[in-house]
């Protein structure tokens, strides 16, 4: 296994906690008022949705096209 693809598998594990936790944060009762007040999330939680899924996107890209041709032999 090549390192692109061990990166990808640490920045879907890494996205997914980002996710996860961004998912808890907006269901708090001060997130709830901040939407109801704002319409729209804080940036804390905005900025970690974000940073999740472009973890997750890139390391399902690294992880299915990171390995290469790998070397060739002659």
């Not at 690294?62 to 060739?72: C, S």
Request: avoid cysteine; charge should be positive.
């Amino acid at each position: 296994m090549g390192i692109a693809r061990i990166l990808g598998f640490m920045l879907v594990v890494a996205g997914t906690v980002f996710l996860v936790t961004a998912y808890r944060a907006s269901g708090s009762l001060s997130e709830r008022a901040m939407e109801t007040f704002t319409g729209r999330y804080s940036e804390r939680t905005q900025r970690d949705l974000v940073l999740g899924a472009a973890g997750v996107v890139g390391g399902v890209l690294l992880i299915a096209f990171g390995g290469g041709r790998g070397k060739r032999r002659r």
